[in-house]
Structures are given as structure tokens and as C-alpha cells.
């Protein structure tokens, strides 16, 4: 049986300097780790369109020009095919609105230079400053068991920020 690949967003909202995360709640995947806001996209949705909407979902902010800076692929059981997850990154520094939370976590703005990487995913630290600094990448993603530990990774720059 051929597993479905999962598409997924991240969302990185920027304001004076500082980089709003959320850190998700107990019995969540991901529990206990920081990362921008994002999700699951929902059939016939767009990546954009699926950013945007889970952005509003986990923090009530509404997000404006969207600008797609990388693709994570990720694969567990260190395989090397068929991904099972792909995540489109996206950041923004144009929203509104007040920041409400959700049942998804608790948010937080961090320094963009200081983010919690001790408490985020394994892989972040790899790609977490090219997402900031707004240059465009593909990071490939090697996992140990179900996401449990890193085993090997690539990234490709695509473009200058």
C-alpha cells in the first residue's frame, strides 16, 4: 500500500524584529514544540489559501501578502521516497487583528534572532534562519522511527532573500 503524501503550511509572522510561534498543546502532533503557525491543507485548497486560513485558526491574526519561501520535505523510517510529509513555508510581516488563542497552543513572539530551537523540531535548525532572512529553499528531511530523530538532511538554496 502506497502512502498519501501529507501537504502542510508554516506561517512565520515578522513584527519589529520579532517572530510570532506557537508551542502546541498535549496530545497534538508536534506537542511541546514551538513552530509558526500552519497546518494541514484541506482538499482542492491551495497552499496559500490553507496559510492563511490556519494563521486566523491558531492566533486570530489575518495575514496579507503571503510570500512562499521554502519547501520541507520530510520522510520517516529513514526512507528515501514517496515523502510522507511536505510543508510550504510561507512568511509575512503584513496582518491584523488581535491575537487570540486557540486549543492548538500557546503563542509567543521571540526575538528573530533567539528562537526556543532546543524545544522546536530537530530539523529547524537547518533551515530556520533561511526562512527568516526570506531566501527561498528546499530542505529534504531524514527521520529515525516516526519523527523521532534526525538521521540526515539537505538543503538547496533556490534564491537570494
Known amino acids: 500500500m502506497v502512502q498519501l503524501t501529507i501537504h502542510a503550511t508554516l506561517c512565520f509572522i515578522i513584527h519589529a524584529n520579532r517572530v510570532l510561534l506557537l508551542k502546541k498543546n ?3 502532533f508536534g506537542a511541546g ?5 500552519g497546518g494541514k491543507l484541506q482538499p482542492k485548497e491551495t497552499a496559500e489559501h490553507c496559510a492563511t486560513r490556519e494563521v ?3 492566533t486570530g491574526l489575518e495575514v496579507q501578502q503571503l510570500r512562499k ?9 529513514n526512507k528515501r521516497e514517496n515523502p510522507d510529509w511536505i510543508a510550504h513555508v510561507f512568511l509575512t510581516k503584513q496582518f ?21 530551537l532546543d524545544e522546536m523540531w530537530e530539523d529547524d535548525r537547518y533551515w530556520y534562519n533561511h526562512a527568516i532572512e526570506g531566501r527561498s529553499f528546499r530542505g529534504d528531511f531524514y527521520f529515525r522511527g516516526d519523527f523521532e530523530k ?3 538532511h539537505k538543503i538547496e538554496l533556490l534564491g537570494p532573500a
Do not use: C, M, R
Open 69 to 77: 519561501i521554502g519547501t520541507l520535505v520530510f520522510f520517516k523510517y
Open 150 to 152: 534526525l538521521v540526515d
Open 56 to 58: 486566523y485558526e491558531e
Open 96 to 116: 491584523h487583528g488581535t491575537i487570540k488563542e486557540s486549543k492548538e497552543g500557546i503563542l509567543q513572539w521571540y526575538p528573530i534572532d533567539q528562537p526556543p
Open 26 to 28: 498535549p496530545g497534538l
Open 33 to 37: 514544540k514551538w513552530n509558526a503557525p
